[in-house]
């Protein structure tokens, strides 16, 4: 159980901050389209082959 624990928090930790960015203000909108583009072309390749 903890195990499991373990390892879904951080997942929902991340989506319930940047939830909490969104709806605040804290990173405006221009922030997220160079973000998708990075994540997209440069992060999850590198996961994927890393």
């Known amino acids: ?3 499991t624990a373990g390892a879904i928090l951080p ?4 989506i319930v901050v940047g939830y909490v960015f ?4 804290f990173i405006g ?5 160079p973000a ?3 994540v997209y072309f440069v992060l999850l ?3 994927i082959i890393g």
């Open 11 to 14: 997942i929902f930790l991340l």
């Open 29 to 33: 909108d221009g922030f997220w389209a």
């Open 36 to 38: 998708e583009k990075l």
């Open 22 to 25: 969104k709806r605040t203000g």
């Open 1 to 3: 159980m903890l195990t």
């Open 45 to 47: 390749p590198a996961l």
